[in-house]
């Protein structure tokens, strides 16, 4: 086959890939400029979707360091003078009135969003402090069923301690267990046991906080939850962990 039939060829078979392109096209225009749009419309959304969430989280923020700056502010003294224009608090009952209101209106509006979350977690810490023990379960519950791991770990060793607190002990000692078997950085393993083998210790059940003091001390004799068992096991001062 010489050169110029094969050029022939070529052309031919670009001609009739090229026309059947232009075909299809023209038969499935409608399709295509459907498929064009929906496309088009699903860019525009996810967009605006990231600008809205974007915006969102700017004003979380700003909302969230508002009620972290009241729940830090500092205490009244007796009789100590208060600058002109400074914001103070007679008592942590009223500062934490005060900023669990500012969390929760940050929850309540902003909750999808990372501060939102935070907020709730916050709120939940302050309505305790307040005294506002029903209220304190209610926020924390929803932070421990929520999607950041490690805030819901810390929602639950709250609530723990609000349970213990309010004569709970086994719901308390149930939250503890889940700490322990599904540990994450905001509560690891030792903490979560360590807790267990003090409310135990409170129940007057020695032997089980000394078992749990003894495991630990033996699973990590140089960490920090290792160490503090040993202390409870053999104090420097005081009385040791006495044997039931």
């Known amino acids: 086959m010489d050169q110029r039939t094969k050029a022939a060829l070529k052309k031919d078979k670009f001609v009739t890939t090229t026309t059947h392109g232009v ?8 399709s295509v400029i459907a498929n064009g749009a929906i496309l088009l419309a699903v860019v525009l959304v996810a967009v605006v979707s990231a600008v809205v969430y974007n915006s969102r989280s700017e ?6 360091g508002a009620a972290m700056q009241a729940y830090q502010t500092p205490l009244a003294q007796s009789g100590q003078a208060v600058p002109p224009g400074m914001t103070t608090y007679s008592s942590a009952a009223e500062r934490a009135k005060t900023a669990g209101a500012l969390f929760q209106a940050v929850a309540d509006k902003y909750g999808m969003t990372p501060d939102g979350q935070n907020a709730r977690y916050f709120a939940g810490l302050t309505y305790i402090e307040a005294g506002e023990n029903q209220q304190a379960e209610e926020a924390l519950k929803k932070v421990a069923g929520g999607w950041d791991n ?11 301690q609000l349970y213990r607190d309010t004569g709970r002990d086994p719901q308390a000692i149930d939250l503890y267990n889940k700490l322990s078997a599904k540990p994450t950085a905001t509560v690891p393993y030792g903490l979560a046991q360590l807790q267990l083998a003090d409310l135990y210790q409170s129940e007057g059940k020695t032997d089980a906080a000394r078992q749990i003091y003894a ?15 040993a202390e409870k096991l053999n104090p420097t001062s005081g009385p040791a962990l006495p044997q039931q």
Not at 23 to 30: D, I, K, L, P, S
């Open 59 to 64: 004003a979380a923020s700003v909302a969230f």
């Open 215 to 229: 495991t630990l001390k033996d699973k990590d004799p140089k960490g920090a939850a290792g160490m503090a068992a």
């Open 150 to 160: 490690n805030l819901a770990a810390l929602a639950k060793f709250a609530l723990a």
């Open 23 to 30: 075909e299809w096209a023209r038969e499935h225009r409608q």
